[in-house]
């Protein structure tokens, strides 16, 4: 990602079009980013996650490394394609291990609560 200002006059339309694309991703994953934690809080006020401290120290961290290299990605102006990595391990990979941990509880019904 480049430093572009899309409101100066001498920006080239490539630039801006540049720009705009990979805005649009960043929010998206950003967005996307959200409706994964929300998914991992629901799971974790259901009770699913809490009893399995393996899995939930994954999960922390998980989220904990994902932040760091997230701030490290926004001072060092990254690749874009290394936030696309971060969501990818430290965001989809512990809900969806909270999904099938959830799946697996209801379906086979290991646990007695």
Not at 3 to 17: E, I
Not at 21 to 35: F, I, R
Not at 70 to 79: E, R
Request: with cysteine; glycine share 6%.
């Amino acid at each position: 990602m480049t430093q572009v200002n899309p409101f100066n006059d001498k920006t080239s339309q490539a630039a801006k079009d540049e720009f705009d694309g990979v805005k649009k991703t960043v929010a998206g994953l950003t967005y996307a980013g959200l409706a994964c934690f929300g998914v991992e809080y629901i799971t974790l006020f259901l009770g699913v996650t809490i009893f399995f401290r393996p899995l939930m120290v994954t999960n922390i961290v998980a989220h904990f490394v994902g932040l760091i290299l997230t701030i490290l990605f926004y001072v060092d102006n990254w690749n874009l394609d290394s936030y696309i990595a971060f969501f990818t391990v430290f965001e989809a990979c512990p809900m969806v291990l909270e999904l099938l941990t959830l799946f697996f509880i209801s379906k086979f019904s290991f646990v007695k609560y």
